[in-house]
C-alpha cells in the first residue's frame, strides 16, 4: 500500500466543528486528482456506569441527522487538552457526573476516507452526580440511566432508537473490556 502524496492543500471551511481542506494529491497509480478532508481535532467517547452498575445515556439532538440521538458522551479535545482530561470535561459538562476512576479502553478513526478525527474511548467507571450540565448553547442533551451493560447494549441495538458508529464502537470496546477484566 501507497500512502497518497499531498501536493497542495487549500482550507475551503475555517470552523472549529467542520473544519474542510481540499487537497491536491498524487493517487497510487501516479494520477492527479482532488480530496476533501474534515481536519477537526480528535475527540473522546466516555462510557459512564455507576458503582450500582447502571450506565448512564444520553439523548441528544444531532443537527445533521436531524434527529434525536441516544449515545455515549462524546466531545472534541481542546487544542494543548490531553484525551483523558477532556473525558473528564466532557462527563462534567454534558452529565453532571465525575468518574472515580477513568480508564482509556480504544481508539477508533471517526470516518478515514474524509476525516482525520480519531476517537479516544473511555470507560467511566464509579460514577457520581457532582452538579448541573453545564452545555454550550448549540446542545441539548437528555441525561438517564439503564440498569446495566446488557440493557445500555440492548437499546442501543435496537431498532427503536438512532445511535451513531461511535457509539456502537465504544459499545464493543466495553464489552470487550468488561469480559476480560470485570470478572465480578
Request: net charge negative; glycine share 6%.
Amino acid at each position: 500500500m501507497k500512502k497518497f502524496k499531498i501536493l497542495a492543500k487549500e482550507v475551503l471551511v475555517d470552523s472549529p466543528y467542520c473544519p474542510i481542506e481540499k487537497q491536491t494529491v498524487e493517487f497510487h497509480d501516479g494520477n492527479i486528482g482532488e480530496w476533501f478532508v474534515k481536519t477537526c481535532s480528535d475527540a473522546v467517547i466516555v462510557f459512564p456506569m455507576l458503582k450500582s452498575g447502571e450506565v448512564l445515556l444520553q439523548r441528544s439532538y444531532k443537527h445533521g441527522s436531524g434527529e434525536i440521538i441516544t449515545e455515549c458522551c462524546a466531545g472534541l479535545i481542546d487544542e494543548g487538552e490531553e484525551p483523558i482530561e477532556a473525558a473528564k470535561r466532557e462527563l462534567l459538562e454534558e452529565t453532571g457526573y465525575e468518574a472515580k476512576e477513568l480508564k482509556k479502553i480504544g481508539e477508533i478513526f471517526a470516518d478515514p476516507t474524509a476525516a482525520t478525527m480519531r476517537y479516544h474511548i473511555f470507560l467511566a467507571k464509579d460514577c457520581v452526580s457532582v452538579g448541573k450540565q453545564k452545555l454550550d448553547k448549540s446542545e441539548q442533551i437528555e441525561v438517564f440511566t439503564v440498569k446495566d451493560f446488557n440493557t445500555a447494549k440492548e437499546l442501543l441495538t435496537s431498532e427503536e432508537v438512532y445511535t451513531s458508529a461511535a457509539t456502537m464502537a465504544t459499545v464493543a470496546f466495553v464489552e470487550k473490556y468488561l469480559k476480560k477484566f470485570d470478572k465480578d
